[in-house]
C-alpha cells in the first residue's frame, strides 16, 4: 500500500488538473474570489433617488454613459501632458462644433470667466497674472448684457474684474459702447424676454468691433445648438457638459474665436498665478466630455424624443385616471428643451399640495424626485429616468394622489 506522501509524488506528475483519486475530483486551488464591489451610497448613509425633475445641478445634473466611464477610466491609466490632451481633444471637438477652437473647461460657468479672461488679456503673460486688478493696466473694463439677461450666474464675468452695463435696446447699446467695452454678453435661454435678438446682438458686435459671448448652459436639445451660435459669428459659445450630453458634471466646453481660446487658456492649468487656477479639469473629465459630446452629436435624436414622449405620455395616462387631475405637456422653447409634463389638481377634491405631493415622493422607495411644487401640481420629466423608471413614477404618483381624495 502506497504511503500518503508516495501517492501525492505520483499524482503530481500527473499533467491532467481534472484526474481522479477513488473517482473524485482532485482538489486544486480556487482562483481568489474578487472582492465585492462597495456600494457607497449604502455605506455612506447616502440617499439615492429616481430623477423626474430634469438636469439639476444640486441633483448631481445627469448620469454619464458607458462608453464616458470607459474613456474616464482608461484616461485613469495612463499619464500624458495637460496641454497636448487639450490640443488634441480641442482640435477634435473644434471641428464637431463648427468653432475655429474650443478646450475642455470645469462648467460652463468656468468657460464664460476663462472666455472673457482670454479677451482682457490677449497673449501677453503680465496682464495675465494682473486679473482680477484692472486698474491701471489698460484693460477694458466693461461687458455689456440687456437687462433680461443680468441673471446670477454672471459673476463668472465680474469674476475677471468687469462690471456689468445693463441695455435694453439697441439704441442703448450704441450709447454704452465706449473704449472700456471689453464685451458683449447674450443669454440663450432669456432670449424671448430681451429686446434684441442673436442676430442683432451679433451685428451690433461686429460693427463696434466688440466681442460677443452666449451662454447656452442647459440648451441641447437641440443638437443643432452645438455649432448653430458658432455659424451665427458669436465669438466665444460656453456650454455645461453633464446635463444633456451626461459628460462629467464638472465639465463643460468653451468654443469659439482661436485667438480667444489660446488666451483663455492661459488662465487655465496647468498654468499658475491666475484667476482660473482653481478652475482644474483633469484628463479624465477631458476624455469623457469629448466622447460624451460625440456620442451625442451621433444619437438618433428622433428615436430619443420618441422614446420621451412614450414615458411621458405613459405617466399621464396612469396619473389622469385619479378624478379631479388634469395634465398638460409642454416643451420649453429655449432651454431644457424635452417633454415635460405638469400635473395639477382641483384641491376640492385631492386635499394635498404640491409640496406635500414632493415630500411624500421623496420619502417613499424608491425615492423619487418631482418638480415644480406648487399649490395644487407637479412637474414631471423622464428625459433622465433610466429604462422602466417611468412605470415606477407613475404608479407611486397616482397612489399619492389617489390617497389624497376627499
Given at each position: 500500500m502506497l504511503s500518503r506522501r508516495k501517492l501525492i509524488k505520483?499524482?503530481?506528475?500527473?499533467?491532467?488538473?481534472?484526474?481522479?483519486?477513488?473517482?473524485?475530483?482532485?482538489?486544486?486551488?480556487?482562483?481568489?474570489?474578487?472582492?465585492?464591489?462597495r456600494d457607497l451610497f449604502k455605506e455612506l448613509g447616502i440617499r439615492t433617488f429616481i430623477n423626474a425633475a430634469g438636469t439639476l445641478t444640486y441633483m448631481t445634473g445627469s448620469l454619464m454613459?458607458?462608453?464616458?466611464?470607459?474613456a474616464i477610466n482608461g484616461g485613469a491609466k495612463e499619464f500624458c501632458l495637460l496641454d497636448e490632451i487639450q490640443d488634441k481633444v480641442g482640435e477634435k471637438i473644434a471641428q464637431l462644433v463648427h468653432s475655429e477652437a474650443a478646450v475642455v473647461t470645469s462648467g460652463a460657468f468656468a468657460g464664460m470667466t476663462l472666455g472673457l479672461a482670454g479677451i482682457l488679456t490677449g497673449m501677453d503673460q503680465k496682464k495675465v497674472e494682473k486679473l482680477p486688478h484692472l486698474d491701471g493696466t489698460g484693460m477694458k473694463t466693461e461687458?455689456?448684457?440687456?437687462?433680461?439677461?443680468?441673471?446670477?450666474?454672471?459673476?463668472?464675468?465680474?469674476?475677471?474684474?468687469?462690471?456689468?452695463?445693463?441695455?435694453?435696446?439697441?439704441?442703448?447699446?450704441?450709447?454704452?459702447?465706449?473704449?472700456?467695452?471689453?464685451?458683449?454678453?447674450?443669454?440663450?435661454?432669456?432670449?424671448?424676454?430681451?429686446?434684441?435678438m442673436h442676430e442683432?446682438?451679433?451685428?451690433?458686435?461686429?460693427?463696434?468691433?466688440i466681442p460677443t459671448s452666449i451662454d447656452?448652459?442647459?440648451?441641447?436639445?437641440?443638437?443643432?445648438?452645438?455649432?448653430?451660435?458658432?455659424?451665427?459669428?458669436?465669438?466665444?459659445?460656453?456650454?455645461?457638459?453633464?446635463?444633456?450630453m451626461r459628460g462629467p458634471q464638472s465639465a463643460g466646453l468653451l468654443m469659439g474665436k482661436k485667438d480667444i481660446i489660446s488666451a483663455a487658456r492661459l488662465h487655465m492649468p496647468p498654468r499658475g498665478f491666475n484667476i482660473g487656477r482653481g478652475m482644474k479639469v483633469n484628463k479624465e473629465e477631458i476624455l469623457g466630455m469629448y466622447v460624451a459630446l460625440e456620442k451625442f452629436i451621433n444619437e438618433d435624436h428622433d428615436k430619443v424624443w420618441k422614446i420621451w414622449e412614450e414615458g411621458t405620455s405613459h405617466i399621464e395616462n396612469t396619473v389622469k385616471t385619479v378624478v379631479g387631475v388634469q395634465t398638460e405637456v409642454h416643451v420649453p422653447p429655449l432651454g431644457n428643451h424635452t417633454p415635460t409634463l405638469r400635473i395639477s389638481w382641483d384641491p376640492a377634491k385631492l386635499r394635498i399640495t404640491g409640496k406635500e405631493?414632493?415630500?411624500?415622493?421623496?420619502?417613499?422607495?424608491?425615492?423619487?424626485?418631482?418638480?415644480?411644487?406648487?399649490?395644487?401640481?407637479?412637474?414631471?420629466?423622464?428625459?433622465?429616468?433610466?429604462?422602466?423608471?417611468?412605470?415606477?413614477?407613475?404608479?407611486?404618483?397616482?397612489?399619492?394622489?389617489?390617497?389624497?381624495?376627499?
Open positions: 505520483r499524482l503530481s506528475s500527473v499533467p491532467l488538473l481534472g484526474g481522479l483519486v477513488g473517482g473524485l475530483p482532485l482538489e486544486v486551488d480556487a482562483a481568489p474570489l474578487a472582492a465585492p464591489k454613459h458607458d462608453e464616458v466611464l470607459d461687458v455689456i448684457c440687456q437687462k433680461a439677461h443680468d441673471i446670477v450666474y454672471n459673476h463668472a464675468l465680474t469674476n475677471t474684474g468687469c462690471k456689468i452695463i445693463v441695455v435694453e435696446t439697441a439704441e442703448d447699446v450704441e450709447k454704452a459702447i465706449n473704449e472700456k467695452t471689453a464685451l458683449m454678453h447674450f443669454l440663450h435661454i432669456e432670449a424671448d424676454k430681451g429686446k434684441i442683432e446682438w451679433v451685428a451690433l458686435g461686429k460693427k463696434h468691433n447656452i448652459a442647459a440648451d441641447v436639445p437641440p443638437v443643432e445648438n452645438l455649432w448653430r451660435f458658432n455659424d451665427m459669428g458669436f465669438s466665444f459659445v460656453v456650454i455645461s457638459g453633464g446635463k444633456a405631493l414632493q415630500e411624500s415622493l421623496r420619502k417613499g422607495d424608491p425615492s423619487i424626485e418631482v418638480g415644480g411644487g406648487g399649490p395644487s401640481n407637479i412637474g414631471v420629466t423622464v428625459w433622465m429616468m433610466k429604462p422602466g423608471q417611468e412605470k415606477i413614477v407613475a404608479k407611486r404618483i397616482k397612489e399619492e394622489l389617489s390617497k389624497a381624495a376627499v
